[in-house]
Nanobody
């Protein structure tokens, strides 16, 4: 069992930066992912990171602007977001899944989900 708690969301202006955190408890030897869901849209992949070894994956929309990282000593995963755009507005969810060799962009690859944190980017 894994419990995930996201934090760090908020209201920012376009061009600003924001760092999301996801604190994990329980079985934390997991690959971790960030997903987001905007109103009226389906959940979409943002970024993922391996349990160890530093392997990462990004959605095209996140490449060059977002960075996923993790501190296993703190059981915490981060999503550093920069150059934010209004279209980044969404509820951001953290997810945990089995420590497979390649971090997956598929939501069904993750077994545990946090409650989400709202990110709103104003123009």
């Amino acid at each position: 069992q894994v419990q995930l708690v996201e934090s760090g969301g908020g209201l920012v202006q376009a061009g600003d930066s924001l760092r999301l955190s996801c604190a994990a408890s329980g079985r934390t030897s997991s690959n971790m992912g960030w997903f987001r869901q905007a109103p009226g849209k389906e959940r979409e992949f943002v970024a993922a990171i391996k349990w160890s070894g530093g392997g990462t994956a990004y959605a095209d929309s996140a490449k060059g602007r977002f960075t996923i990282s993790r501190d296993n000593a703190k059981s915490t995963v981060y999503l550093q977001m920069s150059s934010l755009k209004p279209e980044d507005t969404a509820v951001y969810y953290c997810a945990a899944g089995p420590p497979v060799p390649t971090p997956s962009p598929r939501g069904d690859s993750y077994n545990y989900w946090g409650q989400g944190t709202q990110v709103t980017v104003s123009s």
